[in-house]
């Protein structure tokens, strides 16, 4: 997940979208009340207003005309209750509505001339609002005007109120996260391409990269291009330069060796040193030179090569009239520089060639699982690799100049390239033919 | 026995012209792959050794247009680099062996003598007609198992003919094949020398006169 660009993204995104809608959903829902609050303290005031529009006073008492405007208070049990009562705590009048209900109103009086609004959280929750004024002429001076109004209509439009607002928040926020994963998607696409194709590249599927992307990422992808191309050059005029060093002091290591013709102590030190310079040069060169796994490398089918190899041993030996029993499935192929794999295959089969007695196995499986793909195994039915040698050839870092001539030459050359690619090499002694038997795994 | 050397560094071509004569070869020398075309074309080799990287025409290229005119010699490629691509390369394109530079003379004898034996047909390095046997590794020939004493020219005369059996050999190939280019070319050494190399190898009795047109050796399969 934390490897994931997208990923990240995202959900830094849904995070600010999270907390950006609940304060939205906190502020709208605040506001709402708050409205919703005013909408009932102003219709409790038109109560009190009409009321008060009603009164009549009549020989120091105040009477009411029975016409009042709002029927909830004449309906009883409406929600909507009102009352008159003056200082003396007697009511002057009761709304209709109240007389089967239980209705706290508020007591005493306030501030004349001041509405005085406040809620009432009981079991059932109401608001309230009084209204006191000073009526001259009347034997109680201070008159309180009460009306008060269940809440729950009003809990209940808020309720609704959040619900819908959630609701719309909810799906808003599915459609921007939505919306978001899909520009990601998109906008991240090019880098899900280069990846695809640096990976075709690497699997040798492809030598370069498309030039089909956005202007950010062109600049990046025309250089991965120059690179690799370099990187191929570079390594073909090394190679090149290191294969010339090698020829142009191999021949002369040829010439003087062979004018040694006669064999007093003096000629036999310097062939002795002679031989530590061929096997240096012949050994160090063509561990230097050797390519190894190489990006945008091609794919080499292994039949093809074994097939190949073959066919030129069978000419050079062919006086041995070795008989090759092969197991080579065409469609097995291995990413790395085909050199590198004809000259691991080449040794070993010109080791088995040369030491058998006329019978040679070569059989290539895929290797399913693991890091290892493909499984080369040699056999032949010739004396075998005394174990001493086997030892002395795999231990990595055994340097070839100090291996016996003979087999180990060709094998230690398998060994470093086969270390160069992270394969391994065993060897065993071949129970179907007798003689050695070497296995090779590549990746 | 006549063979083919192309190779461009005049030291290790000098080397090769000095130490095979010595062993009885006659040898033509090229300095680069066109020269090395032109011997190839005009002359019959028993054996030819071709370095790969040449000047002019590159050593593979010169095998291959050496097989597409049909020469047939055996060809021993020489290689520098000592991989496997090159070493492939060459066999396909027509060589027969390969020798990786730096070498010893001693490896590159022991290739070319089973090469020149190969293409006779002949599978051991021994060659055996009836009682006679003749070494090419030892230079040495047997009658009935008994060591015959043969002069160096008479030996090449006799391998020759055992490389060639069955085939009328001229006294122009015979000289063409044992004696370097600028040697006189008298035919009546070439018949005392026969006639002296017959008495020999008696009792065995396979060198036989076709007047008029040379020597042939009959094989036990023959006559």
Known sequence: ??????????????????VFLTLTAGALDRAFRASVVAGAEEQLRLVIYSLMG????????????????????????????????????????????????????????????????SEIDALIPRFQLSYTVIWEGVDAEYVVFSAVTDQRPYRVAIAEFRRSLGLG???????????????????????????????????????????????????LALN??????????????????????????????????NSLSDSSENSLLVSEQLERMETTVLHQLSKASA???????????????????????????????????????????????ERDIMEIVGNLLENAFKYSRGAVRVEVSSVEGGALKAQIVVEDDGPGIPRALRDEVVRRGKRLDEIEAGQGIGLAVVVELVALYNGSLDISDSRLLGGAKLTVLLP | ???????????????????????????????????GLYFGREYDYEVAVIDLGLPKLDGLALIAQLRA???????????????????????????????AKPFQMEELMARLNALIRRTAGYASPVLCQGALQLDTS??????????????????????????????????????????????????????????????????????????????????????
């Open chain 1, 1 to 18: 997940m934390k490897h994931s660009i997208q990923a990240r993204l995202l959900l830094t995104t849904t995070f600010v979208l999270v």
């Open chain 1, 224 to 257: 991965l291009d120059h690179f690799i191309v370099h990187e191929q050059r570079t390594r073909a005029r090394y190679r090149y330069a290191l294969d010339d060093l090698a020829h142009s002091l191999k021949t002369p290591l040829a010439v003087v060796r």
């Open chain 2, 69 to 99: 005119e049909q020469r047939g010699f055996p060809i021993l490629v020489l290689t520098a680099r000592g991989h496997w691509q090159d070493k492939v390369q060459g066999l396909e394109a027509g060589a027969d062996d390969y020798l």
């Open chain 2, 138 to 223: 030892k230079k040495e020939v047997r009658v009935a198992d008994i060591s015959v004493e043969l002069t160096a020219f008479e030996y090449r005369v006799l391998e020759y003919l055992m490389l060639n059996p069955d085939r009328v050999v001229s006294k122009i190939e015979l000289t063409d094949h044992l004696y370097d280019q600028d040697y006189d070319r008298d035919s009546n050494v070439i018949e005392v020398f026969m006639g002296r190399l017959r008495k020999k190898i008696a009792p065995v009795d396979l060198i036989r006169t076709v007047r008029g047109q040379g020597y042939r050796f009959l094989t036990d399969a023959g006559d």
């Open chain 1, 54 to 117: 009603s009164v009549q006073q009549e020989a120091g008492q105040l009477t009411f005309s029975q016409g009042i405007s709002e029927p909830r208070l004449t309906q009883p049990d409406s929600g909507l209750y009102a009352q008159v009562a003056n200082d003396l705590g007697s009511v002057v009048w009761l709304s209709p509505s109240a007389l089967t209900t239980d209705v706290n109103f508020p007591r005493g009086y306030s501030a004349p001339g001041l509405f005085e609004f």
């Open chain 2, 1 to 35: 026995m006549r063979m083919l050397v192309v190779e461009d560094e005049a030291a290790l071509r000098n080397q090769l012209a000095v130490h095979l004569k010595s062993q009885g070869f006659a040898v033509d020398c090229a300095s680069d792959g066109e020269e």
């Open chain 1, 169 to 219: 928040l909810g799906v808003a926020m599915l459609l921007f996260i939505l919306v978001q994963f899909l520009a990601l998607r998109w906008g991240l696409k090019p880098l899900r391409m280069m990846a695809a194709e640096v990976h075709e590249l690497e699997m040798g599927r492809r030598e370069s990269l498309s030039q089909r992307y956005p202007k950010e990422l062109l600049g």
């Open chain 1, 291 to 337: 390519g190894g796994p190489v990006m945008g490398g091609k794919t080499i089918v292994l039949r093809t090569v074994i097939e190949r190899l073959l066919r030129a041993l069978q000419t050079a030996y062919v006086d041995r009239g070795v008989h090759v029993e092969r197991q080579l499935p065409a469609d097995l192929v291995i990413r790395g520089d």
